[in-house]
């Protein structure tokens, strides 16, 4: 940012300095400041589990039965951005005693010459995630097989083994089954109750890969969250008018970050307390004005940003378009 800073200057005054050498008429813009909101967020996909609708009944937990996606604003960062009001345009014919003026009000930038304005880089959607999906987290097989006993002509006892597909009831008892068997393994393993004897960093591998196969195990019924996240930048231009409120983006429960003009979402406020310029004190001018170069005062303003429950950012910033524009006047040379 400082650097573009830099090159404005240098261009503003390359500008300045050839039309001095050619004594032409100047045109000039003045300022206005543009709020440009950098969000992040995050995108939570929740995949619920094949066996939820089991987890009370057989391990005493409640959990999540429904696939979901949802979103959360993370952080935003505001940064004020000078560019030049194209509505606002006025021309002056350029003198010794204006081009001193000129220059200065240039580098303070109170005014602004045909140079380029601040681009902020645009964000970038979420990617599509790849789903984690159940695989390999220990789910039962999906088929048993089941013997039957049957009795032919002469009471002879014949057996039949049947291969049969499990209920998910069932596979869900067969998960919670295993989850109790490992637990009550970790418990033998650290009160010593085991044939084999364990310390150290023996003990450690052992109970953290335990601990791992009880959490795969788990997330077939409790389900399991993946994140991505999303930067996105939106700009706002404050202009004059007796209500100070703006909608600087909103949150989308299909989409993410969305526009400010995209309805769907839900919207995040921008509101400006403008504080007011006192009036200039009058004085006494020495000789007779040949011209003025208008400029603008920009206002300090009280910037906050919410959701309508909670604060997400408040600063003050400097806002030109808010504020007064003032006339500096070009006397002429006794």
Do not use: H
Not at 1 to 30: G, H, N, P, R
Not at 147 to 157: A, F, P, V
Not at 194 to 204: L, N, V
């Amino acid at each position: 940012m400082e650097m573009k800073k830099t090159i404005l200057t240098a261009a503003l005054t390359l500008l300045a300095v050839s039309a001095f050498s050619q004594s032409a008429a100047v045109s000039y813009s003045l300022p206005q400041t543009v709020l440009v909101f950098e969000v992040e967020a995050v995108r939570e996909t929740f995949a619920a589990g094949p066996y939820a609708l089991y987890a009370r009944k057989y391990l005493g937990i409640r959990a999540e039965a429904q696939d979901r996606v949802s979103y959360k604003v993370t952080s935003v960062k505001l940064t004020p951005a000078v560019e030049a009001d194209q509505s606002v345009r006025y021309s002056f014919q350029m003198s010794p005693q204006g081009q001193t003026i000129y220059l200065q009000l240039t580098s303070q930038g109170l005014i602004s010459g045909p140079a380029g304005s601040y681009t902020p880089e645009k964000g970038w959607k979420y990617p599509a995630g790849k789903a984690e999906g159940f695989s390999g987290r220990g789910v039962p097989s999906n088929l048993s097989e089941k013997t039957t006993t049957l009795i032919e002509e002469g009471n002879r006892l014949v057996q039949q083994s049947v291969v049969v597909e499990k209920t998910t009831e069932a596979k869900a008892k067969e998960v919670a089954d295993k989850i109790f068997e490992i637990r009550d393994i970790r418990y033998k393993i650290l009160v010593g109750d085991t044939d084999a004897s364990y310390s150290g960093e023996a003990m450690k591998a052992t109970i953290d890969a335990l601990d791992k196969l009880e959490a795969d195990y788990l997330k077939l019924f409790t389900g399991y969250s993946s994140y991505d996240s999303e930067k996105s930048s939106f700009e706002l231009i404050p202009t004059k008018g007796e209500s100070q409120m703006y909608i600087a983006f909103r949150l989308s429960d299909e989409e993410g970050l969305v526009p400010a003009d995209n309805v769907s979402g839900k919207p995040y406020i921008v509101s400006i307390g403008v504080e007011e310029i006192a009036p200039a004190p009058n004085a006494d001018a020495k000789g007779k004005a040949q011209q003025v170069v208008y400029y603008r005062i920009p206002s300090i303003c009280n910037v906050r940003l919410g959701d309508g429950v909670s604060t997400l950012l408040q600063t003050r910033v400097p806002i030109y378009q808010l504020g007064i524009v003032a006339e500096y006047p070009v006397f002429k040379s006794k």
